[in-house]
Structures are given as structure tokens and as C-alpha cells.
């Protein structure tokens, strides 16, 4: 059955008709404090999963044991080598290294909060971050350092700890991989931060002091996830212990009934930067004892395909784009799928071609879920036990609340009616990081609202039929227009631009600009999109850009984005 907009009569619902369609062992309800913090979770984990192997990356695999070790002795180096305190922010800025699980439970270990970067920010968004969060130390891998060398006097951090790709491969292998990123592939620019710390350094200095344990509980706050705001620049969304492990306890309530303990390999090719891989893969598989296998480049198709070999995997999570590149590759169409029992997409809208085609090479069922960072960001996942793909998001995890709304913000009672969609469970974020005003306005009677149009079905499955924020969302990454205007507007030839979203098989969605070049003034698109290089992260820069005379306004004079959105569609 394919749950989307129909010429059917809508029906009256009431309550959760999502928990009739739940399997008959998933749970309505998760305990929210089944641990106190996310440390108790850690400690719990690396006791019992000991010499299970925890994460893999460039073929060499730490243990459960040992990520408990130098996550200590990490621990240890933040709070007696740098005198840092609960509640100080540090940035961690790399993509899937080995040293990421080491900085990310050592920070957590020392009752800091973890501030996640893309590394491929420009220096402008980087800038911003650290400033908005207030970030006193990063760790960051050197093939990014240049970046930071651009701004590092502008923010607050005072100490950086630098890494390189081949740390924790041992002596020779490491000294290898770190010749051949430096010197042969060329991948790291020239820098400048005479005062950085060695990885390595922290680590030895880390080992030889003192652990102190710090007092945490579920109010504690965790992360500062960073997320699109409609002012133009990101927020931290504040997620605190209890938000991420209630998550990760819908995430086990839904799909614990087909993964067992300490016996799951999880492929993580998704960026542990990104909400959904640290939830999905990097806490939910912990929790498991699982075995992490962890992709640093998932852009490069073969190079990534090649390291799958071996590694019988049971479980892997990924946006639309990898897969769509995956079941088009002739080496990934050859591998054994013995094993493989979860696929998990999320990020963007999973096309049906690409769920179909996947369970026809894997035969494994693409299971659509959807999130939102401020939410931890799971809000709505498909059944473990669907038949295939029917084109919605899924049904509510566990102690979720979904309801939809109007206009007049009046509750929607009838199936197959579109409206706002707003969200209520342990998992929705206190608010944003010093930005009291914008959380009056995602906020409502205590409900989150999302943006997201959808409507509700007879059996509770939710499907997105339109997006009511101007929101683009490019493989899974959210951009804001107002960040690629703000930006274009710099350019001395445009006197006015908008940006909007328009729809692209590969990556869901492309940033559009349409502008209005200043009178007398000779602007083409190349210089444009040279300029917007400059100060925005790739997935931002525009891919289509159009010249007008005059953009569509209201009588008040705001751009009507719509209007070019729907035209551009």
C-alpha cells in the first residue's frame, strides 16, 4: 500500500493511530533515564563490550577497552593540561577519524560540551561558530588548519589541539598516510598556529595525570549542535544528555527487536559531524557494542566500496545521494549482502528509484526516517517490518508526540489534510544557544514546530508534502537562503538577490539564486559563483543562477520566495 495524497475522503483520527502499526515488539513508551548521563552510558559500554572492537577506520580497529583508555587519557589532558571546566565548549572540526570517538566521549568524559564543525567550512562560518558558541579550545585535523589560521585571533579559542589523519594508525603505516596526504596528494594548505597542540602530546601528557570524574545529570547539557536559522546564521540547538539518550532509546525501541548485542557491524559513511550519524552510528551502535566501520572521504565512491571488502556489515545508514551512487556502482553491485539487515536513510527525501533498486541489489528495505537537529534529531522512522518503500517518513519513535496544525494554529483532525507538522518528546532540545527570541518563535504551547507541511494517514504513517520555511535542503544539509543572500549581496554588481531551492535528482534539492545585477554594471554568473567560493561551504554555493529586472515582492516589500520556487519547479 503507498501511503501518499489520494482522492480519498478524509477520515476523523484521534490519538496515536501510529501505535496500531507499530510491530508488535517495538514499545509506545522508552525509559528516558535509563541512564543518568552519557558518561553512565559510556561507562556501561566499554565494562561490558571490553574486548569487542569498537571502530575501524584505514584498517586499523580500537577495541572497546581501548577507547575507554585513551578517551581517559584525553579526559584527563582537558581538565588538568588545559584547566578546563564542566561547561566549557570545545569544537571538534574533523571528518570520520579514529581520533573523533577518542575527542568525543574524552570531551564528555571531562563534562564538557561538544561543539561540532563541518571542516569544510569557510573561514566566515567558522568564525561565526566558535564566536556564536564560544569555544575556548578545537581539535582539528591539519588538512583544515588553514581555515582556522584565517580567523583563529577573531574568536575566543585559545588552544588548539592539532591531529593528523594517520595518528592512530601506528608508527609506520601512520607516518605513511600522513606523508602521503601531506605530500603526495597534497591535501593539506600551508597553516600557521605556532601554539597548537599535538594530538599525540595530549594523549601522553593525558596518560600520565589525573581523571577526575565530574558530577553530570540528564539536564546537563551535551552538544551544541549547530543547525540553518532563518536569520541567515546557524544556531546551536542545545542538546542535553538526556535529549541524546532518549533518542538513542527510540532509536533501540524501534529497531532493538532486529539488532542483537555485540554482534552488529555498522558501515558509517555519514559524517559523525552530522546529527544523524552521531545519534544513529556513533551512540545507538555504541549502546550495542557494535562495530563501527568508519568512512573519512564517502565521496570517493571506489575508494569507499574497496574498503567494504571483508567487512560483513549488518547495518548501514546514509542520504539519498550515497545510495544512489552505491547501486550504480558495478563493484558495490558484486558484494555479498549475507549479512545485511538495517538500512536506515535520512537527512533528505529517500526517492523511490533508489529504495527500489537497493532492495533489489542488497535485499535489504530502504527505511526512510525523519529528524530535525533541535529533535536529536529522530522524530519519525519507518518500521522495521515494511514491505518496502511507500514514500512516507514513517511513523512516531517511541514517547512522540506528532501533531498537525493550521494556519489559525488550530489542531488538524482528519487524515490526508496538510498541515504544520509540531513535535513533543524527551528528545526536543531545551532551545538555541543564546537565542531567546528565536525560540518564542519555534516554540508553540510547548510544542516544536517544524516548518514541514505534511499529513497523516489512516494507519499514522506521516508523509512531507511541502516545506512552509524557506529551508533548502542539499544531501541532507540544511541551507538558508538568507546566509546565500546576505552573502551575494556583498558583491558590489548586485542590487538585489533571493535564493531558493529547486528540485535535483541527485542531491534532492539546489540552491537557486536569482538576482538583480545594479544598473550599468556588467555582472555574469561565473563571477558570481567565484565570489560565493569565497564565503560559503560547497553545498551552499548556488548551481543555477538567474538575471532579473525586479524580483517579486509583497505590497510590504518582502521577496516572495515562493513565487520563485514554484516557478523554478
Known sequence: MEHTLSDRQPTPFSGKPWLNRYPADVPAEIDADKFSSLLEMFEHGVSE???LPAYSNFGKTLSYRQLDSLSRDFAAYLQQGLKLAPGDRIALMMPNLLQYPVCLFGALRAGMVVVNVNPLYTARELKHQLNDAGATTIVIVENFAHTLTEVLEETPVTQVILTRMGDHLGLVKGALVNMVVRYIKKLVPDFTLPNAIPYKTALAQGSG????????????LAFLQYTGGTTGRSKGAMLSHRNMLANVEQCLGMYGPVLNKGQEKVVTALPLYHVFALTVNGLLFFRLGAHNLLISNPRDIPGFVRELKGYDFSCITGVNTLFNALVHNV?????EFKSLKLTIGGGMAVQRAVAEQWQSITGSRLLEGYGLTE??????????????YNGSIGLP???????????????IHLTRTPGEMEVKGPQVMSGYWGQRGADDDTFHDGWLRTGDIATIDE???????????????????????????EVVMQHSGVLEAAAVGVPNKDSGEIVKLVVVRKPGVSLDEKALISHCRQYLTAYKVPKVIEFRDELPKTNVGKILRRELRDAAA
Not at 563493484?331 to 558484494?335: I, L, Y
Not at 514517547?399 to 493550521?406: A, G, P, Q
Not at 508534502?465 to 546566509?483: H, Q, W
Open 49 to 51: 563490550f571490553a574486548d
Open 397 to 411: 519513535v517511541c514517547s512522540t508526540e506528532i501533531r498537525l496544525v493550521d494556519d489559525n494554529d488550530e489542531e
Open 459 to 485: 494507519q499514522g504513517f506521516l508523509n512531507i508534502v511541502d516545506r512552509k520555511k524557506d529551508m533548502i535542503l542539499v544531501s541532507g544539509f540544511n541551507v538558508f537562503p538568507n546566509e546565500i543572500e
Open 209 to 220: 595525570l589525573r581523571y577526575t570524574r565530574p558530577e553530570l545529570d540528564g539536564d546537563t
Open 331 to 335: 563493484d558495490f553491485q558484486a558484494h
Open 375 to 388: 529533535c536529536s534529531p529522530l522524530v519519525t522512522v519507518c518500521p522495521y517490518d515494511m514491505d518496502g
